[in-house]
């Protein structure tokens, strides 16, 4: 049988990179794993977001999964170096890839970033972008009323624009910025309110093309490409409910998706 690859996020946000994968791979097998039961990791030290992305990898790597993808920042800033390390498969994050994008179009050098509490105290970003270009500035800022927003679905609105314009208060009045990266993968689900609030003239960055692109260069590399023409069955697993899970998913992809179970990672039991 066909290998999948495997994506996982602390909830829903992960599907926004999920979403560029079938674009950019469509031939490709997805098994997606969001631990909403648990979400948000934003603000949780270190040694749990480590321990809890560990259980979902392990549920992944029961699947047999040739490829994973550690779609969630706060996991990839806590745990990527590990997981690259021990694990035998090729395993990306979407730190690097944003970073990547967003020196690609400033003009300025001037780059915010906006993320979770841990994936901003990691310093992640700035250390990425730094080691491309050591003369950008970085003006990294947390925006933990953002996740939670999203989780519950509310993408925009008055509600929506109220919570955005205040947690970026303290980037606008800086007002050098003409770029910025969504630093959290739940944040593109937010991406009209933000742009509306931040103003044109700043470009907004989301990781999902360039993480997409880097796990298309890197399973060719490995000849892990699939050759079939099949249609791929893909998998979405989360530690919550459903209901919300999948009215996202849809409103993501613009279509009614199947194959949505709940599962306890811990015991890895299928309910
Ligand atoms: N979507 C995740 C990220 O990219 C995490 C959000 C959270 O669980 O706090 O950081």
Partial sequence: MEKAI???????????????????????????????????????????????????VEFLLEKDIKMLVVACNTATAFALEELQQTLSIPVIGVIQPGARAAIKFTQNNHIGVIGTEGTIRSDAYTNALKRINATIHVNALACPLFVPLVEEGILNGDQAEQVVEEMLHPMKESNHIDTLILGCTHYPLLRETIQTVIGDHVTIISSSEETAREASTILEFHNLLLKSDEIPQHQF????????????AEDIFSEPVNNFKTVTIEKAVIC
């Avoid at 950019?24 to 794993?33: A, G, H, N, R, S």
């Avoid at 697993?237 to 899970?245: N, R, S």
């Fill in 6 to 56: 495997g994506v996982i996020d602390s909830g829903v946000g992960g599907l926004t990179v999920a979403h560029e994968l079938m674009r950019q791979l469509p031939k490709e097998k997805l098994i997606y794993l969001g631990d909403t039961l648990r979400c948000p990791y934003g603000p949780r030290p270190r040694e749990e977001v480590r321990n809890f992305t560990w259980e979902m």
């Fill in 237 to 248: 697993y989360t530690t919550g409910k459903l209901d919300i899970f999948s009215q996202i």
